[in-house]
C-alpha cells in the first residue's frame, strides 16, 4: 500500500492524492470536490504560462539593449531613440 501523500509525473505535477484509507481491503484516493481539482489545475495552468512568461522577459531583458544601441547608431534613427540611448549611457555611468 502506498504512503499517504501525493504522486507526481516527471514535470511535478499532482497525478493522484492518497490518504492510506480503505474500503474493503483496496487502497482508494482521497475523495475531493472536483471543483477543487479543476481549481488546483488552474492554479498550475497560471504557474505554467507564468514560467513562460519570465522566460520570455529574460530574453527581452537580454536583447533590447543590443537592439537599442545597434538602432541608435544607424544615421537615420528616430531621435527618440538616440535619447533613450543617451539617456541609458548616461545610467550606467552611475554604476561605475
Same mark, same amino acid.
Given at each position: 500500500m502506498k504512503e499517504g501523500g501525493i504522486d507526481r509525473d516527471e514535470s511535478g505535477k499532482v497525478i493522484a492524492i492518497y490518504n492510506? $484509507? $480503505? %474500503?474493503?481491503? $483496496?487502497?482508494?484516493?482521497?475523495?475531493?470536490?472536483?471543483?477543487?481539482?479543476?481549481?488546483?489545475?488552474?492554479? $498550475? =495552468? %497560471?504557474?505554467?504560462?507564468?514560467?513562460? =512568461?519570465?522566460?520570455?522577459?529574460?530574453?527581452d531583458r537580454l536583447s533590447i539593449r543590443s537592439i537599442r544601441e545597434y538602432l541608435s547608431s544607424l544615421p537615420d534613427a528616430p531621435e527618440y531613440l538616440k535619447a533613450h540611448e543617451a539617456a541609458a549611457i548616461q545610467e550606467r555611468a552611475k554604476l561605475k
Open positions: 492510506n $484509507q $480503505q %474500503r474493503d481491503g $483496496q487502497e482508494i484516493l482521497a475523495e475531493v470536490d472536483p471543483a477543487i481539482v479543476e481549481y488546483y489545475a488552474g492554479l $498550475q =495552468k %497560471r504557474v505554467d504560462e507564468y514560467e513562460v =512568461k519570465a522566460k520570455l522577459l529574460e530574453i
